[in-house]
């Protein structure tokens, strides 16, 4: 009996644990708004510069700067729009497949490519500070160098 208990507690707290690490790697409630809230609540100087024209990705592309850094955010209408659009992405980041096309990027810095519901996040470069933030927001990234 005791065994089944402790088997049944260990298991609840898997879960648990597994639903609370979910949470945190999608954080933002996978919208716009919400990124900026938590990238804040997270220390960072977050600074919504507007939306920009459309690029290599099919959703609407909003730059914000986070701790001095430019960072793109892509917000698409569900998630399952934005996965299937992160999976036309290289995991090296350095090309993008869409329907019609392959563009190759040849970046200025690492690019580093983030998802969360329904955005896919973008920071070209290498500061600790912009990183550090990024990950834990948004988790791991998915794409990049």
């Known amino acids: 009996?005791?065994?089944r208990y402790l088997f049944l507690i260990i298991t609840v707290l898997m879960l648990a644990a597994y639903s609370a690490g979910c949470a945190a790697n999608n954080g933002t409630g996978g919208d716009y708004a919400n990124l900026i809230d938590n990238l804040r609540s997270a220390g960072a100087v977050v600074e919504p510069q507007g939306e920009a024209s459309p690029d290599f990705l099919s959703a609407k592309r909003m730059i914000i700067i986070v701790n001095s850094g430019d960072v793109?955010?892509?917000?698409?209408?569900?998630?399952?729009?934005?996965d299937a659009e992160a999976a036309f992405i290289s995991s090296d980041g350095s090309s993008i497949r869409t329907a019609t096309k392959i563009t190759f990027v040849d970046w200025i810095a690492p690019p580093h490519f983030y998802k969360a519901g329904k955005l896919i996040v973008l920071y070209v470069g290498d500061s600790e500070a912009v990183l550090a933030v990024l990950e834990r927001v948004l988790g791991p990234q998915f794409a990049g160098q």
């Open 1 to 3: 009996m005791n065994t």
């Open 72 to 82: 793109q955010v892509y917000e698409y209408d569900d998630a399952a729009a934005a």
